[in-house]
Structure formats: structure tokens, C-alpha cells
């Protein structure tokens, strides 16, 4: 029997309202990363040493094109056929 850890996606949805900016890309390990970019607002005169961007890893993915087809053909085909 072959093991096999947790896999972990994100897919980012359309949404009516404008949202923050992302960036969804390949790294160099095979993985996925979404890098949240989260701007200082420094019109209030207070220094902010908080981070601008977040970056998370994911095995996949989605972006705002995607179908719900290729979703399901990614993540839970292989879980019903087994």
C-alpha cells in the first residue's frame, strides 16, 4: 500500500468587489505558490513595519479562469476511482 500525505489546494474565485492583488505561479520545486500583495498605507504618518507580500505553497492552484471541471479532475477524480 502506498502512502500519501495531505494535499492542499486554493482556488481563487471571482468576486463582485475589487479584492487584493495576487500573483499565482509555478515554483521551482513542482508546487504552486499565491503571493497576496497587501499595500502600506502610510498616509496617517506611523511608520507600518508590517510585510507587504504573503506567500503561500499549495500542490495546485486555481486560478480565476479555471472550470469547475478541471477542479474536480485535479482533486477528487482520482479519490473515486480508487
Known amino acids: 500500500m502506498v502512502k500519501q500525505g495531505i494535499q492542499i489546494y486554493a482556488r481563487a ?3 463582485k468587489q475589487k479584492a ?3 500573483e499565482a505561479y ?3 520545486g513542482g508546487g504552486s505558490c ?3 500583495t497587501v499595500p502600506k498605507d ?3 504618518g506611523y511608520i507600518n513595519n508590517k510585510k507587504e507580500v ?3 505553497r499549495f500542490n495546485k492552484v486555481f486560478d480565476q479562469d479555471c472550470k469547475q471541471d478541471e477542479v474536480f479532475e485535479e482533486v ?3 479519490v473515486i476511482d480508487k
Open 20 to 22: 487584493g492583488l495576487y
Open 76 to 78: 477528487a477524480q482520482g
Open 42 to 44: 502610510l498616509a496617517d
Open 13 to 15: 474565485k471571482p468576486t
Open 26 to 28: 509555478e515554483d521551482e
Open 54 to 56: 504573503y506567500k503561500f
Open 34 to 36: 499565491i503571493a497576496f
